[in-house]
């Protein structure tokens, strides 16, 4: 039997180091491990244990090196709207589930206040998901998965608007932009001290299917640096 863990083959995979073995990863959404635990929906969504739970019925089905945990719902995004007057906090998550921009005025961005999110509703229920998943699934990397600042604000303005808004307002992209990066350190730097092994930053819609390469070198890149670079200096991972 392997004297290495998973947790071991990843790790020595992004250090250009060699185990035993290639580490193998099985990527797959909650769904199949609702059907192979007693957990349902609501509790996966409400009780960090029972999510872990249903990693561990995941793991064990199709055993990984490494597990992920995606670190976004509509709750949060609207969490991290922050302050925005005549909406409560419901409002803006019922409009992030429909995919209706929660800036429709772009004047509101001067309104929004970043909260402090780790001590909020949402964050601390990841929080507790990877200090438990961390902690029982020793072998096991965990890796929750953060949307980067150009996901994170279509998913507050909207993919068109947005991509419109790059020539007709540019300063205001780059605001909103700025606003998304902090929301994006605040989040992953929070899940660097929960003992993860590894943290990943997705920013699925900065893709060749929706941006230039020159619009991702202007909007994406100096903002995807800046965030890579605060993360490295706060944690080794």
């Known amino acids: 039997m392997s004297g290495y863990s998973g947790k071991d083959n990843i790790a020595a995979a992004f250090k250009r180091e060699y185990t ?20 349902t929906p609501k509790e996966i969504r409400t009780q960090p244990e029972k999510f872990v739970e249903v990693m561990a019925a995941l793991i064990e089905a199709a055993p990984s090196d490494a597990t992920s945990v995606l670190i976004e719902d509509a709750a949060l995004i609207a969490e991290g ?3 925005k007057a ?8 019922t409009r992030t589930l429909k995919a209706t921009p929660l800036i429709e ?3 509101d961005l001067a309104r929004w206040e970043l909260p402090d999110l780790p001590r909020g509703e949402r964050l601390p229920y990841f929080l507790d998901i990877c200090r438990l998943a961390s902690r029982g ?3 096991t990397a965990i890796d929750p998965m953060v949307s980067g600042p150009w996901t994170n604000a279509i998913a ?8 419109y808004d790059t020539v007709d307002d540019p300063q205001f992209v780059g605001e909103l932009l700025d606003y998304a990066t902090r929301y994006t350190k605040m989040v992953a730097g929070s899940l660097l001290e929960t003992g ?3 943290l990943t930053i997705v920013d699925p819609s900065a893709s060749l299917s929706v941006l230039t390469p020159e619009m991702f070198r202007t ?3 100096p903002r995807t640096a800046e965030l890579i670079g605060h993360l490295k200096q706060q944690s080794k991972i």
């Open 86 to 93: 005549g909406l409560t906090r419901q409002e803006v998550a």
């Open 20 to 39: 035993d073995r290639v580490p193998s990863r099985v990527i797959q959404g909650l769904a199949p491990g609702l059907a192979l635990s007693p957990v």
């Open 219 to 221: 909007w994406v890149m």
């Open 105 to 107: 005025e772009k004047s």
């Open 196 to 198: 993860i092994t590894t």
């Open 156 to 163: 507050w303005r909207g993919m068109e608007n947005l991509i």
């Open 81 to 83: 709207a922050g302050t």
């Open 137 to 139: 699934l020793a072998d």
